[in-house]
């Protein structure tokens, strides 16, 4: 059964401070994974996909990893503009499903 | 504007009651999807399609029904809705780049409570 877990469940940040969050999975061999931001009452906005361990992608303060075992979202100078919270999900080989882990709820305050 | 919707956005209704959820795309995608999100659950698929016509389960499909007879619209059935039903639920949308689901475009989301 393919897992993903989410750490830490809530963030709180002062504007400027990085920090990092991380998506753990457990899939019998990864298609891609995903990483999306959901603002309350909003439905989730995609932000990136990556496919294989040691993959990287950027958008912004925003930059994504992938290793074999988890993903981190790391956060660059934060605004409060970044508060959010962002959804991890991954897809399996042979699936066409995807799993969301529960979310890490970020807040940066000014 | 390139977008999901869906309706209706809040519905209130009691067990029993069979009612339809509306979900329609604009931009050709391919992938539509269905999912419930709930608190400390995280969004979990109930239903998924690849093309007209071509639909299958995803992890929770218990109570749930969906066709696919046009590219643009999946409309989401709930036969006989009971309380464990209540939930968020959001419609999805990508264009499908061989068997990746790919980037997903979400609806704004329908709150539904079945009393």
């Known amino acids: 059964e393919d897992q993903v877990t989410q750490s830490p469940e809530a963030l709180r940040l002062q504007e400027g401070e990085s920090s990092s969050l991380n998506c753990s999975y457990t899939?019998?061999?990864?298609?891609?994974l995903f990483w999306y931001r959901q603002d309350p009452g909003k439905g989730p906005e995609f932000l990136f996909t990556?496919?294989?361990a040691g993959e990287e992608k950027e958008k912004e303060r925003l930059k994504a990893t992938l290793t074999k075992k988890e993903s981190f979202l790391h956060i660059t100078a934060p605004k409060p503009e970044d508060s959010a919270t962002y959804l991890c999900a991954v897809q399996a080989k042979g699936r066409r499903a995807l799993t969301f882990g529960s979310g890490t709820r970020l807040q940066v305050q000014p | 504007e390139a977008q999901v919707t869906q309706n209706p956005r809040y519905l209130i209704t009691v067990t029993g009651k069979k009612l339809t959820v509306t979900c329609s795309q604009n931009?050709?995608?391919?992938?539509m999807s269905w999912y419930r999100q709930d608190p400390g659950l995280g969004l979990r698929q109930i239903y998924y399609?690849?093309?007209?016509?071509?639909?299958d389960k995803g992890d929770v499909p218990e109570g749930y029904k969906v066709s696919r007879k046009e590219k643009r619209n999946f409309p989401l059935i709930l036969e006989s809705p009971s309380p464990n039903q209540t939930s968020l639920y959001f419609c999805?949308?990508?264009?499908?780049?061989?068997?990746?689901?790919?980037?997903?475009?979400f609806g704004p989301g329908t709150r539904l409570t079945v009393t």
């Open positions: 990556l496919y294989s």
């Open positions: 399609s690849m093309n007209v016509e071509v639909t």
């Open positions: 931009m050709n995608h391919e992938y």
């Open positions: 999805a949308s990508s264009l499908s780049i061989g068997v990746v689901a790919g980037e997903q475009y």
């Open positions: 899939v019998s061999g990864l298609r891609g």
